[in-house]
Every structure is written in C-alpha cells, then in structure tokens.
C-alpha cells in the first residue's frame, strides 16, 4: 500500500531551508574576516537525509506502524525545527530545544603579548573550528589584548541575543554557551539595571556587576562562560554543576589564557590545555581553579560513627516506607 508523503515532504523542506548570507559581526574596530553564514551543517543535514528515509519507508510501505511513523516525524520535525537555520522558528518551548541549547560555541583568548591585526584573524580562523556548534551568528570582541568569540545557536530571543553580551556601559563582556533557566526569576533582583536583549544569558553581566565573582551558584542551568571585566582587566571563566556545557582550557606560550568549547580551537596554539572541570570558577585575580558548587552532600568527611549495619537496614526500611505509604492507598 502506498501513502503519500507530500505533506511532510513540505515540513522538512520549510526545516532544511538555507540562508545564505552572513558576516562576522559585534567587531568592535571592524573587519576582518568575512565567513559564509551557514545552513544546517554537514551532520545535521546527514541525519536529516537518514530520517527521511527511514520516515519515508514506514510511511509508504507498512500500513500497520502507521501510527508509529507518524510519531516518529512529528518527534523529528519538531527536533529539525528546533535546529532550523532561520532562528524564528525556534521557540524555548519544548523539550529537544535542550539538546539544542546546548549547541553554541565560545572562544577566549586573554592577555596575549601579540595584539596585531595577524592575530585577530588567528582568532577569528580559530572560532570558525567551531562553526558547526553555532549556524545564527558569529561574533567576536577584542578588548586590547583579549579576545571574546561566539558562535550562535540562538534559542532565547532569537532576534536580540547575539553575543558577546554587556553590562549597560560595556566594561563587562560576556560569551556563553547554553541556557540560564532561572534568568526571569534573576531579572527580578536586578531592577536597577538596563538590560539590553531579552537574552537568558545576559543576567551574568549584570550579576558579576552586583554580587562580583561569587555570584555563579545564584544560577540554575547549564552553561560555560568567560566574563572579562575591563575596568580592572580580569576574567572568570566557570561550567556548570555537572559539565552538562562543554569547556577547555589553555595557556599560550606568550602567557595567554585561553578557553574553548571544543579542544580543536586551543589545541594548536596552546602550549598545554586541560578539561575545565565541572563545577569550578576560573578567577585570574584569585589566580586558579576554585569549585563553586558545593552541595552539603559533596561533604567528603568520613563520618566518625562507626558501622551499624542493623541501624543502616532500618534508616533503608524507614525511606522505603516514606516513599511507598502513598502507594498503599492507591492499592486498599
Ligand atoms: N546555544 C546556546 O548556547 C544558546 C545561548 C543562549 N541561551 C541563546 O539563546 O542564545
């Protein structure tokens, strides 16, 4: 039995559509480097090719999984929405914007001896490695010898989020990869300030403005970033709770400090790099790694009681009970 498909075949065409144009933007002294604005990169358009065949032979061929075909696209057109090249189609709204979310790339490279155009367009070439994280905007910073780089994958207010982010008179400069779910919530304790976009992200100007480097534990979400502030030409570079948002770090030869989304836009000019580990705020004042998320289970003390394992079978039996009691209720 054949079906027809031209319906979905409509869908996917709207999701694969591509935009052609595009620059690097948010260059302060203007610019080098132009770069194609891309489309849905190589794998994603891979998949997409994947699904649609295998969409197509369920729908065509097999009259019983009907249903389960028809699943399966809304599921994939949904998740192809979400990565859509043309950004206002993509709404924080469902679940697979996650996954989504976690896609932007972030390139910082901090306190370099060499400040020539030569190395700009070095650092510009190095945060196209990570294009493919990011096909909405790109978009780089240089503050004397500091470089702040972005590839977005905008997914909060696609029209007005594009990064680098500032604080209202742009002496603190923010790129960021992933996605601060409590942004509303922290907008309410900072009235006093002028936001710029509606972007999530944005808070952490405004937070390190208010609260300094401790502010990192008010934010619930994922996310890497690396915040510069230039009145005092410091940096803090921290991840979230569990490393859900990629980052590495490195450290140049000439003393530079850089930090990446992926290992490929350091790895060649580092001299040596690491993986940023989950949980900790980089602070160059304070001069090192520090961990910022210090949940009271984290406590790594022994406990001094000694072991009772009679008391540890009841303290099991006593949480076991708390979590059934609702259950016998359901079965009396
Ligand atoms: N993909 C991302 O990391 C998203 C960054 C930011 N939350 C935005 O919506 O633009």
Same mark, same amino acid.
Not at 85 to 91: N, T, V, Y
Not at 196 to 202: A, N, Q, Y
Not at 229 to 232: Q, V
């Given at each position: 039995m054949i079906h027809h498909s031209g319906f979905w075949e409509i869908y996917i065409a709207v999701g694969i559509r591509q935009d052609s144009k595009g620059s690097w933007a948010g260059e302060e002294d203007g610019g080098a480097g132009k770069c194609p604005k891309s489309t849905i990169d190589t794998v994603a358009r891979n998949s997409t090719v994947t699904h649609l065949k295998l969409s197509f032979v369920l729908l065509n #061929? $097999?009259?019983?999984p009907r249903l389960v075909s028809f699943i399966y696209l809304y599921i994939y057109i949904s998740f192809l929405l979400n990565l859509? !090249?043309?950004?206002?189609? +993509?709404?924080?709204?469902?679940?697979f914007t996650t996954a989504a979310a976690a896609m932007c790339g972030i390139l910082a490279v901090l306190g370099c001896s060499d400040t020539s155009l030569a190395k700009r367009s070095r650092i510009i070439e190095l945060s196209r490695r990570l294009r493919h994280r990011g096909p909405d905007w790109s978009g780089i910073h240089c503050y004397q010898d500091c470089y702040l780089a972005h590839q977005r994958l905008a997914i909060? *207010? !696609? =029209?007005?989020? *594009?990064?680098p982010l500032y604080n209202e008179d742009k002496s603190i400069i923010v790129t960021v990869n992933g996605e601060i779910y409590n942004h509303e919530e922290l907008r309410t304790k900072l009235v006093s300030h002028q936001f +710029? =976009?509606?972007?999530?992200?944005?808070v952490i100007a405004h937070l390190y403005e208010d $609260?300094?480097?401790? #502010?990192?534990?008010m934010l619930d979400g994922m996310f890497s970033f690396v915040l510069l *502030? =230039? +009145?005092?030409k410091s940096f803090i570079a921290a991840r979230d709770a569990i490393g859900i948002t990629p980052l590495y770090m490195g450290w140049g030869l000439d003393g530079s400090v850089w930090f990446a989304s992926e290992m490929k836009a350091l790895s060649d000019d580092c001299e040596r790099f690491i993986s #940023? !580990? !989950?949980g900790h705020i980089y602070s160059s004042k304070k001069g090192g790694l520090q961990r910022? $998320?210090?949940?009271?289970? #984290?406590?790594?003390c022994i406990p001094k009681t000694t072991y009772d394992p009679i008391a540890l079978r009841q303290a099991f039996e006593e949480v076991h009970g708390f979590f059934l009691f609702p259950c016998y209720f359901c079965i009396a």
């Open positions: #061929f $097999y009259p019983l859509s !090249p043309d950004s206002s189609k +993509r709404e924080n709204k469902s679940c909060v *207010d !696609p =029209t007005s989020g *594009d990064q +710029r =976009t509606g972007s999530d992200c944005e $609260y300094g480097e401790d #502010f990192v534990d *502030d =230039t +009145r005092d #940023f !580990p !989950p910022w $998320y210090n949940p009271l289970w #984290f406590s790594e």
